[in-house]
Nanobody, 123 residues
Framework: QVQLVESGGGLVQAGGSLRLSCSAS????????MGWLRQAPGKEREFVAA????????SYADFAKGRFTISRDIAKNTVYMQMSSLKPEDTAVYYC????????????????WGQGTQVTVSS
């Protein structure tokens, strides 16, 4: 089974930036679409962004478009998400996850998420 470890979260003021990282081990990282999901307290886990297995195509939730950028380094088994213009409503635990099929863009279509990294955006 794949093991995912997220890092890079923290406390930032509104308008600030963070770069999240996800290190993967095991599994078939180089052949899987990867994604970022997030979950705020009391809310359902939601899709944020995804990237194709080969990094050629990305997709984003509407709230992330123009602000978040997902990327991956296949050689390093790592996926990243650069987050800018952060808003208080972005506060959540962010999870890295493996897509169950290529082109997935719904939270329910991802699996094997890690422990998550907390992102807190102050107003």
């Amino acid at each position: 089974q794949v093991q995912l470890v997220e890092s890079g979260g923290g406390l930032v003021q509104a308008g600030g930036s963070l770069r999240l990282s996800c290190s993967a081990s095991g599994g078939t990282f180089s052949r899987d679409d990867m994604g970022w999901l997030r979950q705020a307290p009391g809310k359902e886990r939601e899709f944020v962004a995804a990237i194709r297995w080969n990094g050629a195509l990305t997709s984003y939730a509407d709230f992330a478009k123009g602000r978040f950028t997902i990327s991956r380094d296949i050689a390093k088994n790592t996926v990243y998400m650069q987050m800018s213009s952060l808003k208080p409503e972005d506060t959540a635990v962010y999870y890295c996850a493996v897509a169950t099929f290529r082109g997935a863009n719904r939270a329910r279509d991802f699996r094997s998420w890690g422990q998550g990294t907390q992102v807190t955006v102050s107003s």
